[in-house]
């Protein structure tokens, strides 16, 4: 049998390196104990097929950050792992006030190594040949127990903007405005507006338009209360779907023992 070498370049920038290198050998114990596989911790693989590249650098714009709000899309693609991505990514009650946000994977080895390790799985995974099937024909799926669990295939997974209950009420104050409001929401352009504030719905299904009593958006009194996103909430939810145990199933790891006994570079060409 051939050993494949995954190339792991640039781990020795990754935080907490003695939880995550350790975790990432557990991930893929099968194929290496078989011998089908091994990590090079050193990146100083030269003739390997199978490379992955931390980062820990990303240049933010306003498509992913907002003042202190800071929401990349993504942790990673394959062959590649954002580990500044998963370090800055938060939720801020005031995206204007860095005192009021918080990142999802705090700098702890059960947060921030515990998201790399799943990161770094489940791109790894794609390296070595799970690149089809699953929910939506890429390999990935909706349980939050596997390594290619992606959050908007979840079951409880709802976009902010309809995510009616994680939300919290908030009440009016002199001198605020609807536009205001979801200014320090984060609700402006690129993602949002002043009307989606307007239009939003709360837990009781109510939109706050119909919550106003006025019944302008330009006309609010203080004590009035509308509905907001519930961030705290939406923090913990990714938390508990994303930094938690994962694992491949036995069907994955065989298709991996496959593709690596073939020699399948990430294209899919034999060699």
Same mark, same amino acid.
């Given at each position: 049998?051939?050993?494949?070498?995954?190339?792991? @370049?640039?781990?020795?920038?990754?935080?907490?390196?003695?939880?995550?290198?350790?975790?990432?050998?557990?991930?893929?114990?099968?194929?290496?104990?078989?011998?089908?596989?091994?990590?090079?911790?050193?990146?100083?693989?030269?003739?390997?097929?199978?490379?992955?590249?931390? @980062?820990?650098?990303?240049?933010?714009?306003?498509?992913?950050?907002?003042?202190?709000?800071?929401?990349?899309?993504?942790?990673?693609?394959?062959?590649?792992?954002?580990?500044?991505?998963?370090?800055?990514?938060?939720?801020?009650?005031?995206?204007?006030?860095?005192?009021?946000?918080?990142? @999802?994977?705090?700098?702890?080895?059960?947060?921030?190594?515990?998201?790399?390790?799943?990161?770094?799985?489940?791109?790894?995974?794609?390296?070595?040949?799970?690149?089809?099937?699953?929910?939506?024909?890429?390999?990935?799926?909706?349980?939050?127990?596997?390594?290619?669990?992606?959050?908007?295939?979840?079951?409880?997974?709802?976009?902010?903007?309809?995510?009616?209950?994680?939300?919290?009420?908030?009440?009016?104050?002199?001198?605020?405005?609807?536009?205001?409001?979801?200014?320090?929401?984060?609700?402006?352009?690129?993602?949002?507006?002043?009307?989606?504030?307007?239009?939003?719905?709360?837990?009781?299904?109510?939109?706050?338009?119909?919550?106003?009593?006025?019944?302008?958006?330009?006309?609010?009194?203080?004590?009035?209360?509308?509905? @907001?996103?519930?961030?705290?909430?939406?923090?913990?939810?990714?938390?508990?779907?994303?930094?938690?145990?994962?694992?491949?199933?036995?069907?994955?790891?065989?298709?991996?023992?496959?593709?690596?006994?073939?020699?399948?570079?990430?294209?899919?060409?034999?060699?």
């Amino acid at each position: 049998m051939v050993t494949r070498t995954l190339n792991l @370049v640039e781990f020795r920038q990754v935080p907490f390196r003695e939880f995550v290198g350790p975790r990432l050998e557990a991930a893929f114990s099968t194929l290496i104990a078989e011998g089908a596989l091994r990590l090079d911790f050193s990146g100083a693989s030269t003739d390997s097929l199978y490379q992955l590249t931390f @980062v820990v650098t990303h240049n933010w714009t306003p498509i992913d950050r907002d003042r202190h709000w800071y929401r990349p899309l993504t942790a990673g693609v394959t062959g590649r792992v954002d580990v500044e991505k998963m370090r800055r990514r938060n939720f801020c009650t005031d995206v204007a006030d860095a005192a009021s946000c918080e990142a @999802v994977a705090r700098e702890l080895p059960r947060e921030l190594g515990q998201s790399i390790v799943y990161t770094a799985a489940h791109e790894a995974g794609h390296i070595l040949g799970l690149e089809s099937g699953g929910v939506d024909g890429s390999a990935h799926v909706g349980d939050a127990g596997n390594f290619m669990f992606i959050n908007s295939l979840h079951a409880d997974f709802v976009p902010l903007m309809d995510d009616f209950r994680r939300t919290r009420r908030y009440r009016i104050r002199p001198g605020d405005s609807l536009s205001r409001i979801a200014d320090h929401i984060g609700f402006r352009p690129p993602l949002a507006n002043w009307t989606a504030l307007y239009n939003f719905r709360g837990q009781d299904g109510r939109r706050n338009r119909d919550l106003l009593r006025s019944g302008n958006p330009n006309l609010i009194f203080p004590n009035e209360e509308i509905w @907001v996103p519930d961030y705290v909430a939406r923090r913990a939810y990714f938390r508990e779907v994303e930094i938690c145990d994962k694992r491949f199933t036995p069907e994955q790891v065989a298709t991996m023992r496959r593709f690596l006994a073939i020699g399948l570079p990430i294209d899919g060409i034999p060699i």
